[in-house]
Each structure stands twice: as structure tokens, then as C-alpha cells.
């Protein structure tokens, strides 16, 4: 048998969390899961991970991508069964209540990543594995801008990269290094409603990015 499991990553207060559900049914009853089930005969895989991210969360169209294929003989309690990992980066904001639509999920709900507890089955390294490839793919693709608001500044960009890699950074080496990229465009705007002095918002120029990106390669 085959099944999707789904890791989605969002940003928020400060923390990087990421997308759990309680189960409601055997094995591993009333432990905390990544979203994940069996796929059908007749779909296709990214088919029965949308389906099945939808059922559990009540969250669609949400931009996953495969990642790994995880095959441990031993990794099921019920028999041999081979899943495929799916990962998303989201804005929490943007995304309406969790409200699973079977009752194979007793809810839905956002976990800080840095306070994760044991998983059922083997979902602790399918998190741990998807946790590594957006460590690595923020090195060389701008997949930060995907967790934060479309307007931010560069304080809340810093600590999303902090969060994200476990460690502080140097305010003033880091905001250099984002600002030389050149596909962030500082806005005519503040932020509002803060006690303290309202920084400058900007945002993430995915034009300019893929502009600069073609420049690179074709040079």
C-alpha cells in the first residue's frame, strides 16, 4: 500500500510551527500525527495528498511539493506500507479555520517546531527530513517570503530566518545581505498600529527575483 503524508510549515508570533492533527482512530489513537492516510486505488498521488490534506485539515490548494519517499519495512504497524512526503510553506494568516471533514481526525491545529512532541508512526523523521530540505533550500531559493505577510519588514524577516535555522543572527550583516539580493523593494508605507517606533514595510519582488535568477543563469 501507498500513502501521503504532509508537512506544512507556517510562521507566526515569532515561530516557526507546523500543521498537526490528533487522531481519532487506531493505530496510534489519540496521538498527534502529521496529516496523512492511505491513497486510493484509482488517484493519483498528488491527487490523494490533497484529498487527504483536505480531509484532515480542511485546508485546499495549497502548494505541496514531494520530497522524499519513505519505505522502512517496519515503519506500519498494519503492514507494509510506502509514503511519500509532502511539504507546503503557508501563511497562517491567510488560512481560514482547521476543521477536518472526516472523523479520522479529532482536530486539526499549529505546532511550534522547536517544542515538537513524539509522532505517531514514524512521522517524527518524515518532520525531521522536511524540516532539513527547507533549511537547505533557503540557502539558495527566496522560500521565505512564502510564510510571511505580503508587506513586512525586515525585523520580522530576520526572525523568520532565526527560527528557521535555530540560531541569532547579526541584525546588521543580515539586513546587507537581504538588501543586496535586490528583490526586496522597500514600500512607502509603516507599520501601523505598534507602540514602538513603525518600521518600514517591504516586499518580496518575485519579478525582479526571477529576472535577476535568468540574468545568473544565462550569463
Known amino acids: 500500500m501507498f500513502s501521503t503524508d504532509c508537512v506544512i510549515f507556517g510562521f507566526e508570533g515569532g515561530e516557526l510551527k507546523v500543521l498537526l492533527i490528533e487522531r481519532n482512530e487506531e493505530p496510534f489513537k489519540d496521538w498527534y500525527a502529521l496529516p496523512g492516510y492511505i491513497v486510493e486505488q484509482d488517484e493519483s498521488l498528488d491527487g490523494a ?26 515503519r506500519h504497524p498494519q503492514g507494509r506500507v510506502i509514503t511519500v512526503g509532502y511539504f507546503a510553506l503557508i501563511r497562517i494568516n491567510g488560512q481560514k479555520n482547521l476543521q477536518p471533514v472526516t472523523n479520522f481526525a479529532r ?5 511550534p517546531v522547536n517544542d515538537l512532541p513524539k509522532l505517531a508512526f514514524d512521522h517524527t523523521e518524515i518532520f525531521k527530513r522536511a524540516f532539513k530540505k527547507i ?3 533557503m540557502n539558495y531559493e527566496p522560500i521565505a517570503f512564502e510564510l510571511l505577510p505580503e508587506k513586512f519588514t525586515l525585523t520580522q524577516l530576520q526572525s523568520l530566518y ?3 535555522l535555530s540560531k541569532k543572527l547579526d541584525k546588521r ?3 546587507k545581505k ?24 517591504y516586499k518580496f519582488d518575485r519579478r525582479k527575483y526571477l529576472k535577476i535568477f535568468h540574468s545568473e543563469i544565462t550569463s
Open 49 to 74: 495528498a490533497e484529498r487527504i490534506l483536505y480531509e484532515l485539515t480542511g485546508l485546499r490548494d495549497l502548494p505541496i511539493r514531494q520530497f522524499h519517499t519513505f519505505g522502512e519495512v517496519n
Open 173 to 175: 550583516n543580515f539586513r
Open 162 to 164: 532565526e527560527a528557521v
Open 135 to 137: 533549511r537547505t533550500k
Open 107 to 111: 482536530r486539526a491545529f499549529w505546532h
Open 178 to 201: 537581504m538588501l543586496s539580493y535586490g528583490y526586496l523593494k522597500e514600500l512607502n508605507e509603516k507599520q501601523k498600529g505598534v507602540s514602538y517606533r513603525a518600521a518600514s514595510l
